[in-house]
């Protein structure tokens, strides 16, 4: 690499690698910043160090906080008897976005999958069977992708629930075939699961 732009084309080539970024717009967004770079730039490099700190996993449901409970376990407001269980952080975020849901929520970390050797052991299905025991949870509402392995998923952990009090529920039909909750408008996600309908 060429001395004197080292650090410039090393910054490009991060923000290319970033998700629904490319060459091109990483290129425009580093000159946008170097023009910017007492203000604008300046604090996204304070702030991405404070995040990158400072950010973890919510201890209780798996949410992304800054500190040990994030903010929607701290929330008393928040109904205790319901868990929503999602993949990932960003479909938590979609949910949350909605405002549909006023209870707690479960992120698993992933889907299981035999193809690449996923378990339940290797998402928090565990912690999400002994949260429901625990915070004497009446409905588990699984929030989970219409893709196989989402399917999967959800079949794993309604069969881990058979036989329990509690009852488990789906997203309403509605939610596109390997649509991801992240991908669907807020509107769409609100009526998912306003017509969620009983898996037992
Ligand atoms: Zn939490």
Same mark, same amino acid.
């Given at each position: 690499?060429?001395?004197?732009?080292?650090?410039?084309?090393?910054?490009?080539?991060?923000?290319?690698?970033?998700?629904?970024?490319?060459?091109?717009?990483?290129?425009?967004?580093?000159?946008? $910043?170097?023009?910017?770079?007492?203000?604008?730039?300046?604090? $996204?490099?304070?702030?991405? &160090?404070? +995040?990158?700190?400072?950010?973890?996993?919510?201890?209780?449901?798996?949410?992304?906080?800054?500190?040990?409970?994030?903010?929607?376990? /701290? =929330?008393?407001?928040?109904?205790?008897?319901?868990?929503?269980? +999602?993949?990932?952080?960003? =479909?938590?975020? @979609?949910?949350?976005?909605?405002?549909?849901?006023?209870?707690?929520?479960?992120?698993?970390?992933?889907?299981?999958?035999?193809?690449?050797?996923?378990?339940?052991?290797?998402? /928090?299905?565990?912690?999400?069977?002994?949260?429901?025991?625990?915070?004497?949870?009446?409905?588990?509402?699984?929030?989970?992708?219409?893709?196989?392995?989402?399917?999967?998923? @959800?079949?794993?952990?309604?069969?881990?629930? @058979?036989?329990? =009090?509690? *009852?488990?529920? &789906?997203?309403?039909?509605?939610?596109?075939?390997?649509?991801?909750? =992240?991908?669907?408008?807020?509107?769409?996600?609100?009526? @998912?699961?306003? *017509?969620?309908?009983?898996?037992?």
């Amino acid at each position: 690499m060429a001395e004197g732009k080292g650090d410039i084309e090393a910054l490009i080539g991060q923000i290319a690698r970033l998700p629904g970024l490319g060459p091109r717009s990483a290129r425009r967004i580093v000159l946008y $910043l170097i023009r910017k770079r007492a203000g604008q730039m300046a604090q $996204l490099a304070s702030l991405m &160090g404070a +995040v990158a700190e400072n950010s973890r996993e919510c201890l209780v449901c798996g949410n992304i906080t800054e500190s040990d409970i994030c903010a929607i376990c /701290h =929330d008393p407001t928040r109904a205790t008897g319901e868990i929503c269980v +999602v993949t990932d952080v960003a =479909d938590l975020w @979609a949910l949350e976005r909605g405002r549909a849901f006023r209870g707690r929520y479960h992120v698993l970390g992933g889907s299981l999958s035999a193809l690449d050797e996923i378990g339940p052991e290797d998402l /928090h299905i565990p912690q999400l069977i002994q949260r429901i025991a625990d915070e004497r949870i009446s409905e588990v509402i699984l929030a989970l992708a219409a893709t196989v392995e989402g399917q999967t998923t @959800a079949h794993y952990i309604a069969e881990a629930l @058979a036989g329990s =009090d509690v *009852a488990v529920t &789906g997203l309403a039909q509605g939610v596109p075939i390997g649509g991801e909750l =992240d991908y669907l408008d807020d509107g769409t996600i609100t009526a @998912a699961l306003r *017509a969620r309908r009983k898996l037992q």
